[in-house]
């Protein structure tokens, strides 16, 4: 230990700590840098375990600055042992994943590097390349063991290892890109004074830091080791087993970094078996369901929102159109909902899927109600409206109000209608057009059609009149010149009429009139207020709320 350059006067200062300009953030310097910072720059750092794109993100979220992708975790993660089990590519896959996921910098446990000084010169360029901000090597032999299996492993010769250090450092592709280089001389039984002579060799081979690990139950030889070492250069520490030592000691002694080397990973073994046995023991989910991660937060965690603003910026106008069924009603077909009848070999709303796909409309929710357990279509997503029996199709329709964004074509669950019919809808100009079939049909009962359309002038007989009328109300007692038709249970929204619609289920609410109003009441007050454009067509398509009229479903298709 000699020709050693003289330790820092003050604790409070690190020597080789740069200054970081005030007017520099963070977020501008690239990961390398930002990871080479927490390691050189005081106050103390700390980086936490991840082993995959999500435990990253989850690290990132509670606010750790860097990440430490864990040899032992990630070949856990994989059903591995941590005994380089998992090849060098393997573990680049992972790598790759946890930085797509976060923008914090990660420093990656490399083992010994997967080899001699050749396999690091690649590992590293390979690193570089793929964004991982640094890697840490120990001095050991490949394949590896982890640190706290049996005793006195073998160590590597100390100019080998050296020499793969340099090798790290020659082949880094930024300048930034930080290697740690990690004695287990402590580990291995070899004693406080090879531990410093070993740390010393590696930072004069250009180890950017030095890891010093220790399998102790307190701190007290790491403590010894960073007063020894005098802040020559940044150490880093991996305090698993000497988890009770106050952090502030690490502050005092000047330590640039602390690993929590495993715990998201043990947390979530925890979490997972407890879960596990829970719903094994119930056969059921209902104990567990409150008490873990909802399947929404998995949407948050992966970002499914950007998904959704990508596919409004890339994606054809229609395929960001959302259908929204109402299909909460029983209807008069027997037990099962109405919705789910059988019509030749597929569900009612199966086939009612299938036309909105046929036209380009992929995103579909459905709000059931009456025997919502049998309601599941493949594909769809589920609102309910618990209350069908004692509310109308607006309550239903109010379930996915935080759908009523974008485009929406709004239907009946109970309707069959040709694709063109739809096609039709979707192309039709306004912000709030309704399915209007001219040939309005009686019902065989008591002779009366629902739904019957009122326009604001008689629908026009010219040809070549493109112009429909627009709606003025919607109502069983339509008759004379205006008559138009009548509404099939299908309309469409532009992204200002479903503004226009969330407006009025607001007012409908406010005046109390939510639980009890139907399609053809909100329709008619928000023709009241903004133009219904009606798109008109003659017959193919039917409803199915009685069994006569299943019969006649099946043979439409
Ligand atoms: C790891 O997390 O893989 C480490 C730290 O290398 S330790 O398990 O303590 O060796
Ligand atoms: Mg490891």
């Known amino acids: 230990m000699k020709n050693l350059p003289s330790p820092a006067a003050s604790l409070d200062v690190q020597p080789w700590a740069s200054t970081r300009r005030a007017d520099q953030p963070p977020q501008a310097e690239s990961g390398f840098l930002r990871l080479r910072r927490a390691l050189t720059e005081t106050p103390l750092?700390?980086?936490?375990?991840?082993?995959?794109?999500?435990?990253?993100?989850?690290?990132?979220?509670?606010?750790?600055?860097?990440?430490?992708?864990?040899?032992?975790?990630?070949?856990?993660?994989?059903?591995?042992?941590?005994?380089n089990e998992a090849s060098w590519t393997q573990v680049l896959d992972v790598l790759?994943?946890?930085?797509?996921?976060?923008?914090?910098?990660?420093?990656?446990?490399?083992d010994t590097g997967y080899g001699n000084f050749n396999s690091v010169r690649r590992l590293v360029r390979k690193l570089g390349e793929r964004g991982v901000a640094g890697v840490c090597i120990e001095d050991k032999l490949f394949p590896k063991t982890n640190s706290f299996i049996g005793e006195g492993q073998p160590l590597a010769d100390v100019d080998e290892f050296c020499g793969r250090i340099r090798a790290a450092k020659d082949s880094q592709v930024d300048d930034a890109f930080t290697v740690v280089?990690?004695?287990?001389?402590?580990?291995s039984g070899r004693g406080m004074a090879e531990a410093l002579t070993r740390a010393e060799a590696y930072h004069q081979a250009g180890a950017d830091a030095i890891l010093i690990h220790s399998k102790q139950s307190t701190a007290a030889e790491i403590l010894e080791f960073t007063e020894r070492w005098a802040r020559r250069s940044p150490i880093v520490i991996v305090p698993t087993m000497y988890y009770a030592t106050p952090t502030e000691s690490y502050r005092r002694a000047g330590v640039a970094a602390v690993i929590w080397a495993n715990h998201l990973l043990r947390s979530s073994i925890s979490a997972m078996r407890v879960t596990a046995a829970r719903i094994r023991e119930d056969e059921s989910l209902i104990e567990v369901e409150g008490r873990i991660a909802s399947v929404k937060d998995i949407f948050r965690l992966t970002a499914n929102d950007e998904l959704e603003d990508a596919e409004r910026r890339y994606?054809?106008?229609?395929?960001?159109?959302?259908?929204?069924?109402?299909?909460?009603?029983?209807?008069?077909?027997?037990?099962?909902?109405?919705?789910?009848?059988?019509?030749?070999?597929?569900?009612?709303?199966?086939?009612?899927?299938?036309?909105?796909?046929?036209?380009?409309?992929?995103?579909?929710?459905?709000?059931?109600?009456?025997?919502?357990?049998?309601?599941?279509?493949?594909?769809?997503?589920?609102?309910?409206n618990d209350r069908f029996a004692d509310t109308g199709e607006v309550y239903s329709l109010a379930a996915a109000y935080s759908r009523l964004q974008g485009e929406v074509v709004v239907a009946y669950g109970d309707i069959l209608f040709r694709n063109y019919i739809l096609s039709g809808l979707l192309a039709a100009p306004g912000d709030v057009v309704i399915a209007v079939d001219s040939l309005a049909r009686f019902d065989a009962g008591d002779g009366r059609a629902r739904d019957l359309v009122a326009g604001d002038r008689p629908p026009a007989a010219d040809y070549l009149d493109e112009t429909?009328?627009?709606?003025?109300?919607?109502?069983?007692?339509?008759?004379?010149?205006?008559?138009?038709?009548?509404?099939?249970?299908?309309?469409?929204?532009?992204?200002?009429?479903?503004?226009?619609?969330?407006?009025?289920?607001?007012?409908?609410?406010?005046?109390?009139?939510?639980?009890?109003?139907?399609?053809?009441?909100?329709?008619?007050?928000?023709?009241?207020?903004?133009?219904?454009k009606l798109h008109v067509f003659s017959g193919h398509w039917l409803d199915v709320n009685t069994v006569p009229d299943l019969a006649e479903a099946r043979n439409f298709t």
């Open 45 to 83: 750092s700390f980086l936490m375990e991840a082993h995959n794109g999500l435990s990253a993100k989850i690290a990132e979220e509670a606010g750790f600055e860097a990440l430490w992708a864990s040899g032992l975790t990630i070949s856990a993660s994989l059903g591995l042992r941590d005994s």
């Open 96 to 110: 790759e994943y946890m930085t797509d996921a976060v923008s914090i910098p990660v420093l990656v446990d490399g």
């Open 181 to 187: 280089a990690r004695t287990e001389a402590l580990i």
């Open 315 to 384: 994606l054809p106008a229609t395929a960001q159109t959302r259908a929204i069924i109402l299909a909460a009603s029983q209807g008069d077909v027997g037990e099962q909902p109405k919705c789910m009848v059988d019509i030749r070999g597929r569900s009612l709303i199966r086939r009612q899927i299938e036309s909105f796909a046929a036209s380009g409309v992929r995103q579909v929710s459905v709000v059931r109600g009456y025997g919502k357990a049998a309601v599941a279509p493949v594909g769809a997503e589920l609102f309910d």
């Open 468 to 532: 429909p009328p627009d709606l003025v109300r919607i109502g069983p007692d339509v008759a004379g010149e205006r008559l138009a038709g009548q509404w099939i249970g299908l309309a469409r929204f532009s992204a200002q009429g479903a503004e226009w619609l969330r407006e009025e289920l607001d007012r409908l609410r406010t005046e109390d009139l939510l639980e009890t109003a139907d399609m053809p009441l909100l329709l008619t007050r928000l023709a009241a207020r903004h133009p219904v």
